[in-house]
């Protein structure tokens, strides 16, 4: 199992997409834990630490780009940030590493490339 003892935090506003990420990391062994928008990310990001979030670019209350944003400047975390996003336009790849996140991975991701996009950011 890949990810044996990592903490992943997922931030995602769809439940379906929620649980297919969370059978995919759980089953290569991960830890996972979920919020419904980025907002929720935040607040857990306070409260406990992660190997890796896999956040949403577009979600209600506050997107990926703002949690991002603030989780880059207001909490000064370095925590691994890998963009999720439906559309596979380059410029929203180019905002996602502006923005402060380490990768990006378009929807519907193949188990294996997420796995491995993944272990690249918790290996670097």
């Given amino acids: 199992m890949l990810l044996t003892g990592k903490k992943i935090l997922v931030a995602e506003d769809n439940v379906l997409n929620q649980k297919i990420a969370n059978f995919i990391l759980q089953k ?14 935040v607040e857990m990001l306070q409260k406990s630490t992660f190997d890796v979030v896999l956040m949403d670019l577009h979600m209600p209350e506050m997107d990926g780009y703002e949690a991002t944003a603030y989780i880059r400047q207001t909490l000064k975390s370095d925590v691994p940030i890998i963009g999720v996003t439906a559309s596979a336009w380059e410029d929203e790849y180019e905002t996602c590493t502006k923005l402060g996140m380490n990768a990006c991975i378009s929807k519907p991701f193949e188990s294996r490339s997420l796995c491995e996009l993944i272990l690249s950011m918790i290996n670097k």
């Fill in 28 to 41: 290569q062994g991960a830890t996972v834990e979920a919020a419904l928008n980025g907002r929720e990310a």
